[in-house]
């Protein structure tokens, strides 16, 4: 299996900062070594480690605190190739996307049984009555309509009720809930601009604000620490792009015009990649990113050094460098 | 026939005619795509001709222009077409007892119309920069001209106006003849469930088609005009368009789509159910109220193909409950069809075939969507093969195996030919199940997260195992193709030299088949029949004691106790010409 990053280098090479610093070895980056070939798959079948959410038995966000946070030794791959057969969803590396899949894991569950009952029920059925003699002359009885409508309406309650119930706590307590990321003082902040076919990123610097000389910009490298809230603001230079974290079940339109955002938390350690889900144009299949989750100490490095560099390269008559924004709080 | 009669048979025929060619090449298109994801970059065998530089390789831009081929072609071309100009227009007047449709030059400008819209689809392949590339959804701004420039995204652009015009103009004709032509004692309650398809479906038509084509014509004037409508951005600077705005209206109407392409098939399956099981249909009131229920749901739930653009989340929420409810309708009308199975005598004819074969697909397409229709599990399955291999089982699938179980049903009384029963079997039975094979590994692939329209998608580390499964994919798609030899050579032979159709080969009591004779002359009935009864009237125990089969007409009137010696003597034949 091909090194994981080497598809990056194209694009990264030209306006990346920072590449492989000395503060962290290189571990972790571009230069680390993968083995993730040899990783045992640690896919969770749907529904791991969760029952149907409830919602409410919850911490407000649902997520883990960063010392709990299970995590893999730095230099891991975690998305690796899978065998040919593996058909579960992309590995999970987020703390909360074991939520959704927990639920989708339902949803699947529910489907499975209502598939084989109205199969079996058919199959059953014209295999039974093939040619019978005795036909009913009617077009139900009273009782046998009542049967069709309670039977469609406690279907119908069991699972259209669990994906409402399922999906609405899990958008109350994650995808909405942006006072986790405002509120936490670790929350990372990050801008994304999509181009046709990249992804430029900034971020703030040490200064904590955007638009200042240390605002550091990368392109289709995302960086973040592992286990604190990562918040996206989402724009697109040219036409619609889709933003999309497959391993940590994010996904979300970069519209021209206006600002979209949102926010994950990674669980784990490694290098997972970004992918664009709207179709924009003939490359669009080369629009990948990667999306390296680093430990604390590493990024806090890695931003260091990558804010001189950028320091050191301002020019002040570049305006054209300076896309980003105030951050908008919402 | 004349070629430009405007009696609403020849039309069907013509948009029978088209409507398969068009299927042909939708189909070709989607072989290309299945043949790049099992052989990304290989070159494609007959294919140098058209692609000479690639040596019949697709490139990425022409594999962009193939998928959006495909699905354009496909929707506006080739199944509409066939569901509404084809069957619908052949079916819907005779059904109901009418001598034609209420504007009969309308339904011919209307053929007219499509058949622009047909050729200027075609005339796109032939253009420098070649045909439209911006996918099927044409999302602006990237079908804008500053992002697709070619004439080939234009040409098409109003080729999709055109196939909107005449979509508005038969949903208009066929709502005001099932309102105001049906035959004396055709009430509501007696239509037979096609028609209630047909006409639940036309109304969409009339009410969402003229916003897709406001839509479509609002790009075109951004693409020929230098207009800015849905270029950015009204929500950042306060001036110019939004592109956002395009997607709400498309989806207006691209929602409702789906019910049109699928209400008729409903119908149909409602319809030969009851017929091959011999008996009445289970719940027909429940039937048609829940297709009504449908239709009525069908514009509110549009939004949920936008749960990640970044709208509210109070829509979210409430686009989520809507496309939640209209599961509930549509159980009811597949347990209905199950229970008219239950306890009838089950006759399996192909167009009985196509019909378990649509239920099935229909099932398991409703059954996969039902993740997509909640915000939180819509996340990691949007923009993936997921939401491809549920939307082809529905509209595709389900549409393609109505439309021939249509056609098998209805072709003695189009031609006056019987096809032959076997290879009618044979085909509508391989393809159902080679439907599930293709689209089945669609779901796959997309669950472990492979997105749609990827040139390659093994560019991306975490696809790289869906390999193989792609390939085995291809390989049903490839004999999905291959089955429809079967249709072919059916349809050839029996045109050619298939015997006469009885009048009544399957034994029901509709008006097309007890009121007319196969086929019907222009004016559809000799005299306007007066309809008696509902259209399932199967296994009555007063007709089999009277006439002796269980099957009574629509218009033929039941004889009294005494004289039922005598009646018996009367078959379907002396029915036939409206013996009311
Ligand atoms: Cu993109």
Redesign the pocket.
């Known amino acids: 299996m091909s090194p994981l990053p080497s598809g990056a280098e194209d694009t990264a090479a030209l306006r990346e900062v920072g590449a492989a610093l000395p503060g962290n070895g290189g571990a972790g980056l571009h230069g680390a070594p993968e083995v993730g070939a040899a990783l045992p798959d640690e896919t969770p079948s749907p529904g791991r480690g969760d029952t149907l959410p409830d919602g409410a038995a919850r911490p407000e966000s649902g997520l883990v605190p960063p010392g709990s946070a299970p995590t893999v030794a730095a230099g891991l791959t975690p998305d690796a190739p899978r065998d040919a057969w593996t058909l579960a969803l992309p590995e999970d590396a987020s703390t909360h996307g074991h939520r959704i899949d927990a639920l989708l894991g339902w949803s699947h569950r529910f489907d499975a049984v209502l598939v084989a009952i109205a199969l079996g029920w058919l199959v059953f059925a014209v295999w039974r009555f093939r040619g019978a003699r005795r036909v009913a002359s009617d077009g139900g009885t009273r009782r046998s309509r009542a049967w069709v409508l309670g039977l469609a309406l406690g279907a119908f309650v069991v699972v259209d009720g669990t994906l409402l119930l399922g999906s609405h706590a899990y958008l109350r307590d994650v995808l909405w809930n942006f006072h986790v990321p405002a509120e936490d003082p670790r929350t990372v902040r990050i801008e994304v601009n ?1 181009h ?2 990249s992804w430029e990123a900034r971020y703030a610097g040490e200064d904590g604000r955007f638009g200042t000389p240390d605002d550091v910009v990368t392109w289709n490298d995302l960086r973040v620490p592992v286990g604190v809230p990562v918040w996206v603001q989402l724009v697109s230079t040219d ?1 619609v ?2 933003f999309s974290l497959p391993h940590f079940r994010v996904k979300l339109d ?1 519209i021209p015009g206006r600002v979209n955002q949102t926010w994950f938390q990674a669980a784990r350690e490694g290098t997972w990649e970004v992918a ?1 889900y ?1 179709h ?2 003939t490359s ?1 299949y080369k ?1 990948r990113g990667l999306l390296h989750v680093m430990s604390p100490e590493s990024y806090a490095a890695w931003l260091h050094e990558a804010g001189r560099q950028a320091v050191q390269a301002h020019d002040e008559n570049d305006s054209a460098a300076r896309w980003g924004w105030e951050w908008k709080a919402p | 026939m004349s070629l430009f009669s405007s009696d609403h048979k020849a039309v069907a025929r013509r948009y029978l005619w088209s409507g398969l060619g068009f299927l042909l090449l939708g189909g070709v298109l989607a072989l290309l795509i299945r043949w790049q994801w099992a052989l990304p970059g290989q070159p494609v065998p007959g294919l140098a001709w058209a692609l000479p530089e690639s040596h019949g390789a697709l490139t990425p831009p022409s594999y962009t222009a193939v998928f959006t081929m495909h699905g354009l072609i496909m929707i506006f071309f080739a199944v509409t077409p066939l569901l509404f100009g084809a069957l619908g227009h052949f079916v819907l007047p005779l059904a109901i007892g009418a001598r034609g449709l209420a504007f009969p030059r309308l339904s011919a400008l209307g053929y007219q119309v499509y058949a622009v819209g047909g050729v200027l689809v075609l005339a796109s392949f032939g253009v420098r920069l070649g045909p439209a590339s911006a996918g099927w959804t044409a999302y602006p701004p990237l079908s804008t001209p500053a992002f697709t420039p070619g004439l080939g995204q234009t040409l098409v652009t109003v080729a999709v106006l055109c196939a909107a015009a005449s979509a508005f103009l038969y949903g208009l004709n066929f709502v005001v003849t099932v309102v105001r032509c049906r035959a004396p004692g055709m009430t509501w309650g007696r239509l037979p469930l096609t028609v209630w398809g047909l006409f639940f479906a036309s109304v969409l038509n009339v009410l969402f088609v003229p916003v897709l084509a406001a839509a479509t014509a609002l790009l075109l004037m951004d693409r020929l005009l230098g207009t800015q409508f849905f270029i950015a951005g009204a929500a950042a600077v306060g001036g110019g368009g939004d592109p956002v705005v395009y997607q709400h209206l498309f989806w207006l109407f691209g929602h409702p789509e789906v019910y049109i392409l699928i209400l008729p098939a409903w119908g149909m399956v409602g319809d030969f159910v009851a017929f091959f099981s011999r008996r009445p249909a289970h719940g027909y009131r429940l039937t048609a109220g829940a297709m009504g229920a449908v239709t009525a749901l069908s514009g509110l739930v549009y939004a949920h193909h936008l749960f990640t653009s970044g709208m509210s989340p109070l829509l979210g929420r409430a686009f989520m409950v809507l496309t939640l409810i209209i599961s509930l309708p549509a159980q009811v009308m597949f347990l209905n069809w199950l229970m008219t199975l239950w306890r009838g005598s089950v006759r399996l004819t192909s167009p009985m075939l196509a019909a378990l074969g649509t239920m099935v697909v229909f099932g398991l397409g409703g059954i996969t969507g039902l993740a997509l229709g909640a915000v939180a599990t819509d996340v990691p399955l949007h923009g993936t093969l997921w939401v491809v291999g549920h939307f082809h089982l529905t509209m595709g699938a389900a549409s393609f195996l109505a439309v021939f179980a249509g056609l098998y049903f209805w072709f003695p009384k189009m031609y006056g030919r019987a096809m032959h029963e076997g290879l009618a079997k044979a085909h509508v039975l391989s393809s159902a199940v080679l439907f599930l094979g293709v689209f089945g590994g669609q779901l796959a692939a997309g669950y472990a997260g492979q997105l749609r329209r990827l040139y390659d998608p093994y560019q991306y580390t975490y696809l790289k195992h869906l390999l193989a499964l792609n390939q085995w994919t291809t390989v049903f798609a490839f004999l999905l193709g291959a089955v429809q030899v079967l249709f072919v050579v059916n349809l050839v032979w029996t045109l050619r030299r298939g015997r006469a159709a009885e009048q009544n080969p399957w034994e029901v009591g509709t008006l097309e088949w007890t009121s007319a004779l196969s086929p019907p002359p222009e004016g559809n009935f000799a005299t306007v029949p007066v309809v008696l009864r509902g259209p399932h009237a199967l296994s009555q125990p007063e007709v089999l004691e009277r006439l002796g089969r269980d099957w009574i007409g629509q218009a033929e009137p039941l004889p009294e106790p005494a004289s039922s010696e005598a009646d018996d003597a009367l078959g379907s034949v002396s029915t036939v010409g409206g013996a009311t």
């Open positions: 999509a046709q076919w036409v792009h889709g970069a664009c709207q924009c144009g669009h629009m």
